[in-house]
């Protein structure tokens, strides 16, 4: 079983259904290049008669084919700025938009159409399946997306071959090392040819030789065009990365290019 958190990032319409920028018939006010763009982005949550602003006016853009991290201490933001990149939560104010589509006029078919279908999300613990293999895991995305079974076996196969796990198909996760588990949960992020990897402290259960290894990975991943995003508190993970915004307080403190 799946709990509630996972479910909701699989779970979209028919592949038949219209496009969100189609469905809604808005324009995008960003370039071809631009991936993400949020604009005054503001969360609040009320506590009692109190207000907590968890992100206080962010802005920012990512193009296509960035690496980005974003780093901070606890309580600094970045885990509820992640969820609304995520299109997991939604600003309290504020624009956000997502590979020209404006994320606050989505219904919530056409919001779980784009974290199934643009987002690959992968996690400090994994989410996987216990009792199924290293291929049915990677399978899953394309099970709720209505892909007939032939075909996904072949997809996932490939996205298993492209983090150096073709050996291990078969494999359940208690079959398998912290940093094979966490290259299935890659693997599973990457099979639909998302738009963005959406990483959150993926390295957080690992050790520092395996740590390596899978920030190699990502790094090779970039490499090959696609568009990351790291969510971590660890300077030297957040190094890696191309360019890194520093959360503190709710607000972008730093914004820097570093390779």
């Known amino acids: 079983m799946l709990d509630a958190k996972t479910d909701s990032m699989y779970k979209f319409m028919d592949d038949d ?3 969100p920028a189609k469905a809604n018939g808005f324009e995008t006010n960003v370039s071809q290049r631009t991936l993400i763009s949020m604009e005054n982005i503001w969360k609040t949550y009320q506590m ?14 990512v193009e296509k084919g960035e690496y980005l ?20 939560d939604s ?8 590979n020209g589509n404006l994320v606050s006029e ?6 779980a159409r784009i974290r199934n279908k643009e987002i690959g999300f992968v996690f400090q613990t994994f989410n996987l399946l216990a009792r199924a293999t290293a291929l049915h895991n990677v399978e899953l995305p394309l099970i709720y997306a209505g892909m007939r079974s032939a075909e996904r076996h072949e997809q996932a196969k490939r996205a298993l071959e492209s983090v150096e796990l073709a050996d291990r198909i078969g494999h359940k996760p208690n079959e398998l090392s912290g940093g094979q588990r966490q290259r299935v949960a890659i693997a599973r992020a990457l099979v639909n040819h998302p738009s963005i990897l959406l990483a959150d402290e993926p390295t957080g259960a ?3 030789k395996t740590s390596y290894e899978i920030m190699e990975l990502f790094e090779r991943l970039h490499e ?21 915004i520093t ?10 290019r570093t390779k």
């Open 206 to 208: 690992l050790d520092t």
């Open 106 to 111: 989505m219904t919530d078919d056409e919001l």
């Open 247 to 256: 959360i503190r307080d709710g607000r972008i403190e730093n914004d820097e």
């Open 224 to 244: 090959e065009g696609n568009t990351i995003i790291l969510v971590t508190h660890e300077h030297d993970i957040a190094a890696r990365a191309h360019r890194i």
């Open 17 to 19: 259904a219209a496009s």
């Open 48 to 61: 009692g008669v109190e207000q907590l602003h968890a992100l206080r006016d962010v802005s920012f853009e």
């Open 91 to 98: 600003p309290t104010k504020g624009d956000y938009w997502i």
């Open 69 to 88: 991290a974003i780093i901070g201490p606890s309580g600094s933001g970045k885990s509820t700025l992640m969820n609304l990149i995520g299109c997991l």
